[in-house]
């Protein structure tokens, strides 16, 4: 017959499960600031060729095709950065269920 588990393994075994989700929650803020970051320096780039368009007059044309791409693609990254928010909030979730897992027993 089987033996139960004591108490203080079940809290330990709680503990390194939130543990785990806690590590999970930082990678997954880690790379969702590294996103949000990344269009930031898109939108600087974007602004410094805007600049540069009113300068230089033969650069009109080029520059609207390089403007979608660039708004294309901080598009992209703010959806990304969406994605790995919700999982993130998941994450928070099986926290506290974790969390009041613990309590409870």
Do not use: W
Not at 8 to 17: D, N, W
Not at 21 to 45: F, H, P
């Amino acid at each position: 017959m089987a033996k139960a588990k004591g108490l203080p393994t079940l809290i330990r075994l709680q503990q390194r499960e939130l543990d785990n989700l806690r590590k999970r929650m930082v990678i997954l803020q880690q790379n969702r600031e590294s996103l949000l970051a990344q269009a930031e320096a898109l939108l600087a780039e974007l602004e410094n060729e805007v600049r540069l368009a009113g300068e230089l007059a033969g650069m009109g044309g080029f520059f609207g095709d390089y403007s979608k791409r660039i708004k294309a693609q901080r598009e992209g990254l703010f959806k990304e950065a969406a994605k790995l928010e919700k999982k993130n909030h998941g994450i928070g979730g099986g926290n506290q269920q974790c969390i009041f897992g613990t309590k409870k027993i």
